[in-house]
């Protein structure tokens, strides 16, 4: 039985022993604190020589993994002169730690879905240290800030790239160590606290904070639920009293680059002397290419531990949205009452400077929760300009305001942003966007056309109206007008699939003809009609699914030529329905797409105009894709895939996306309200019918 004796200079209420097997040998493994005190490790050294079959020294801060160590270079040459005093191996962990450090950040990427660290915003309290974590997780972020000056020089000051941390290792901070005034500085209380206040604050900001494994605690000091609440910690070695205070402090997940191989946690130092010791040969002669198969083979994988009990993943989006009308933009309190006393035309200068400033966050989001266990916070940002306003402009001017937000979704820490309402409709609709910005883009439109065919058939199935039987088409006529854009194309798809008559409507001519052709190809028994008049067909129509973007608020179709009882599905942002238009059928079903309920029972976010929990459908898309961890560009531009909109769907499914109420232009649609509806649409059928009878004619004929 071969036997390894550790030698720390941590305290010594936390020796051990205990016997083990490890690359099929046995071993016996013995810990011996020195509380410090470097005399007294150099004694045990002397003592064990020889009696071990390999010697490890824990307790000491490893040197930087870039740049001098000029702070920690005594201790260097300590351990050396000691090393050179004995026969048996003595190691430190130190060539272990590196390689495991990017063996623990790679596995963890690919295990969780290859997608963990992706756009995410991570803390190094030590980049200096954390040099071979920084360069592996840099692969997937470029979000990253290290808070070296501060922690080492008092300097309140961070590091923003690796670019920065390498020009810093360089030679920046030897000199700093040099300068007379910063002893002074950090000796001096208001600096200090600033210098505190600053630390909490980068922490409470970040999403993962990198944590050195010697001096864990100086580092977290006065940190508490308020700045680790919900974090990822990454560190090393984590011992059971580290698990406890972190689980205090609310964090979620503690990512330990020390595998866990034995019942006993163990540093790098104990582990390498193992493999030393098993190996029969100095660590010195074996390679990082020897480390990282052994560490393949016995399956040396890093620790996920979840302090609260329970698997816990917070991803991230952000969402673009905009005022849609002068009316909107009414609901901030000091704008609404300046307009009751300005003069005319002051709403109109309101609306032309605010489509000037920056973007800002409207609201956080939290508190989504798939059924899978995977949680999504995320920012709606505004961006001023209306409808009326992008219009007014160059696609230049909203592209260059939502490259703005991308940027800030970016420095929130968000890893996949969509647009919403007209910012997807403006120039190339979003292609320009997802090719310049920095996070992947999506519009939501796949999911517009699937929650609105989801609205419609719900709708249609409550008012009771048209025969339902299960697994076959509908025997009824369905148009759409906008029928060749993005959402109206997809939608024909569709609505061909589940209607016997399907009426496109577009004034492009040529692509109605190709639209059609290419339908009937996917369903040949669908009777298809087009034409660039709606008024033609309107008052056959069961369903009509409004689609064009005019914007203005301008009604698109005659809606006193509708059909008592037709369900009306606008999908369009800004609505191509008015207000004042749904209000003179009272018989008609008039919803404004298919909003989507959000999954989890504590979803905060401000007023958009929608029920608690409720969301459009492009915004539920962008929060299907960061569940998912899908963060990619998935729907830009104004041809919208048929299968993308039926993957969105089961995405949906998948991540708890239920149908909300159906809402219109007055709110949520009730049962109640629904069946008035319908009770009125079956009595103007009624009265229909009475006017067009014989008898009826007859008897006005008599008069």
């Known amino acids: 039985m071969k036997q390894i004796i550790s030698i720390s200079l941590g305290n010594t209420k936390d020796d051990y022993e205990f016997a083990t097997e490890f690359l099929g040998q046995q071993f016996t493994i013995k810990r011996i604190g020195t509380d410090g005190d470097v005399d007294i490790a150099a004694d045990l050294l002397k003592q064990w020589d020889s009696e071990a079959d390999a010697i490890s020294m824990g307790g000491l801060n490893f040197t930087y993994a870039i740049g001098s160590s000029r702070a920690i270079e005594k201790q260097t040459r300590r351990v050396k002169s000691l090393k050179s005093q004995i026969t048996s ?63 080492e020089n008092g300097i309140p000051k961070f590091l923003n790239s690796l670019e920065d ?52 605690y100086e580092y977290l000091k006065d940190c508490g639920l308020e700045e680790l609440g919900g974090k990822t910690i990454i560190t090393a070695t984590v011992y059971e009293d580290r698990i406890q205070f972190l689980q205090e402090r609310g964090v979620d997940v ?38 990282l198969e052994i560490i393949s083979v016995q399956h040396l ?74 949680e999504c916070e995320g920012w709606l940002i505004t961006v001023g300009g209306t409808p009326k306003q992008m219009l007014a402009h160059d696609a230049e001017f909203t592209y260059k305001r939502l490259l703005q937000a991308a940027k800030m979704a970016k420095r929130l820490g968000a890893q996949i ?27 939501g439109n796949s999911y517009s056309a699937s929650g609105a065919l989801w609205a419609a058939a719900d709708a249609v199935r409550r008012m009771g109206l048209i025969k339902v039987e299960k697994g076959k088409r509908l025997q009824a006529k369905t148009m759409v007008v906008g029928a060749t854009g993005a959402i109206g194309s997809v939608c024909c798809r569709l609505l061909a699939m589940a209607f016997t008559d399907l009426y496109m409507i577009d004034v492009r001519h040529s692509k109605l003809l190709a639209l059609k052709e290419s339908i009937l190809d996917e369903t040949p028994d669908t009777k298809i ?112 895939e048929w299968q993308k909109v039926k993957e969105i769907y089961k995405l949906g499914l998948k991540h708890g996306m239920r149908l909300a109420a159906i809402s219109g232009v ?38």
């Not at 600096?191 to 904070?209: F, S």
């Not at 942003?417 to 519009?443: E, H, R, S, Y």
């Not at 800004?574 to 749904?582: I, R």
Request: charged share 25%; glycine share 6%; hydrophobic share 45%.
């Open 165 to 216: 941390l390498e020009m810093y290792a360089k030679g920046m901070h030897d000199i700093l160590e040099w300068v007379p005034s910063k002893r002074f500085a950090s000796s001096a209380a208001p600096i200090r606290q600033w210098n505190d206040y600053l630390r909490r604050k980068a922490i409470q900001k970040a999403n993962i904070i990198v944590v050195p494994t010697y001096n864990f």
């Open 301 to 374: 994988d890093p620790r996920v531990i979840y302090p609260q009990g329970e698997f816990r993943r917070v991803n991230r989006f952000a969402f673009v949205i905009h005022p849609l009308s002068q009316e909107q933009l009414k609901k901030d309190p000091t704008i609404q009452l300046m307009s009751r006393f300005a003069p005319h035309g002051f709403m109109d200068a309101v609306e032309k400077i605010i489509a000037y400033s920056p973007p800002f966050v409207y609201s956080k989001v939290t508190g989504i929760k798939s059924p899978t266990g995977v």
């Open 417 to 443: 942003m969509g647009l919403g309402a007209f910012t997807k409709v403006v120039g190339d609709a979003g292609k320009t966007v997802a090719k310049l910005a920095d996070i992947p883009i999506t519009t």
């Open 666 to 703: 007055n709110g949520v649609f009730s049962d109640a309200d629904i069946a008035e509806v319908a009770r009125l649409a079956r009595e103007a059928r009624q009265l229909q019918v009475e006017e067009k009878s014989p008898k009826k004619k007859q008897s006005a004929g008599g008069r």
């Open 529 to 640: 009609e087009i034409s660039t008049r709606a008024d033609k067909y309107l008052a056959d129509m069961d369903v009509i699914v409004t689609a064009t973007s005019a914007g203005g608020g301008k009604s698109v179709i005659d809606i006193m030529r509708v059909k008592p009882g037709c369900v009306i599905t606008d999908v369009a942002r800004p609505l191509d329905l008015s207000a004042e238009d749904v209000a003179k059928r009272p018989d008609v079903l008039v919803i404004e797409s298919g909003e989507i309920l959000l999954p989890g029972d504590n979803v905060e976010m401000k007023d958009i105009g929608l029920p608690p929990r409720v969301a459009y459908a492009c915004l539920a898309e962008t929060i299907v894709l960061a569940l998912e961890g899908r963060y990619e560009i998935f729907t830009i531009g104004r041809d919208i």
């Open 254 to 291: 503690i990512i330990d680059c020390t595998p866990k191989i034995l019942e006993q946690v163990v540093g790098f130092n104990v582990l390498e002397a193992m493999i030393s010791a098993a190996m029969d040969i100095p660590l010195d002669a074996i390679s990082e290419d020897d480390l």
């Open 89 to 151: 191996p003595v190691t430190t962990g130190e060539k272990l730690r590196r390689v495991s450090f990017e063996w623990a950040i790679r596995h963890i990427q690919f295990s969780l879905g290859n997608n963990y660290f992706n756009h995410t915003k991570v803390l190094f309290l030590s980049g200096l240290l954390s040099y071979n974590i920084a360069k592996v997780i840099s692969e997937y972020t470029d979000n990253i800030t290290f808070a070296d000056p501060l922690f």
